[in-house]
């Protein structure tokens, strides 16, 4: 009894420390969602106000497509990347550097260098397509609601790959040659020793990847928030960003808390579908 004291003391700091960064903030987040403003109980009304607006099922569907679209190209984009940067070619080390630079540059700075390439006017991007003669005039690739959350994407996509990349490329360094020579030794070609021997062994590596993408991206909102700030005309607002316009723009800090307890709820599930559905199944036989 007295070493298990002495254990609790030990991690008492930290649990003080958890407790100040996550349980209050989430505890009175969960409290102003069910006040108003002079701190009165409102119950649910908070709730009603906020999904009644005419922004927030907008902010949901542009959430969606944001996390999908975002995931699903750095997935592949990383795990193709991992594939080529485990092989010999000369330049390897100088390629595996070249590719960590757009993870390492701050989201901010990337977010700027891309706002200032993608302008109408004088962005790199519409010189190099209307020089040659690829387009007849510049695109307003951030003021065209067809084609800014594309490029959200794409910029989000270019930013994160190479995260992927990394993890799984360590994870392909883990697995034996035994591997891959008793596959030679059957006739496997290279995207054979691809699909029986490379993904099957990095398979928990991806789901692991996968799932901390899926956080980063439910939060995520420099890239979008500091080129569109959510326009043109909410193409590109997602729940993160409502959020917080509601909260310091509105002023209505109740209602945003409101939000906040929802997209919370709805983030916990998706995790928690998502380890059930795949990462439990990596027992599988």
Not at 28 to 35: C, I, K, Q, R
Not at 44 to 52: H, S, T
Not at 67 to 77: E, T
Not at 78 to 103: C, D, E, H, K, Y
């Amino acid at each position: 009894m007295q070493r298990q004291s002495t254990g609790y003391l030990f991690v008492l700091p930290a649990l003080l420390l958890l407790a100040m960064l996550i349980a209050y903030p989430v505890a009175y987040t969960a409290l102003l969602s069910v006040t108003d403003n002079q701190g009165e109980y409102v119950g649910l009304e908070n709730f009603r106000r906020i999904l009644a607006a005419r922004a927030t099922p907008i902010a949901f569907w542009n959430t969606l497509w944001w996390v999908f679209g975002s995931i699903v190209f750095q997935v592949v984009l990383g795990v193709l990347t991992a594939i080529l940067l485990n092989q010999n070619f000369r330049g390897r080390a100088l390629v595996r550097s070249v590719t960590l630079v757009p993870w390492v540059v701050p989201g901010i700075v990337a977010a700027t260098t891309w706002a200032w390439m993608l302008h109408t006017e004088f962005g790199i991007i519409n010189y190099m397509l209307t020089a040659p003669g690829v387009i007849d005039e510049p695109v307003g690739w951030l003021t065209n609601g067809s084609t800014v959350m594309p490029v959200m994407i794409a910029i989000n996509v270019w930013k994160m790959f190479p995260f992927v990349a990394i993890m799984v490329l360590a994870g392909l360094q883990s697995i034996p040659n035994d591997l891959y020579e008793a596959a030679r030794i059957d006739g496997a070609s290279f995207w054979e020793e691809v699909w029986y021997v490379m993904l099957p062994q990095v398979r928990m590596v991806i789901v692991a990847v996968t799932l901390l993408l899926v956080i980063w991206a439910l939060n995520h909102i420099t890239i979008i928030y500091a080129i569109t700030r959510g326009g043109p005309a909410n193409r590109t607002l997602i729940t993160p960003i409502q959020i917080f316009r509601t909260a310091f723009e509105g002023v209505q800090f109740n209602q945003a808390a409101a939000l906040s307890v929802m997209f919370f709820g709805v983030a916990i599930v998706v995790v928690f579908v998502y380890i059930k559905t795949l990462a439990s199944s990596g027992d599988q036989p």
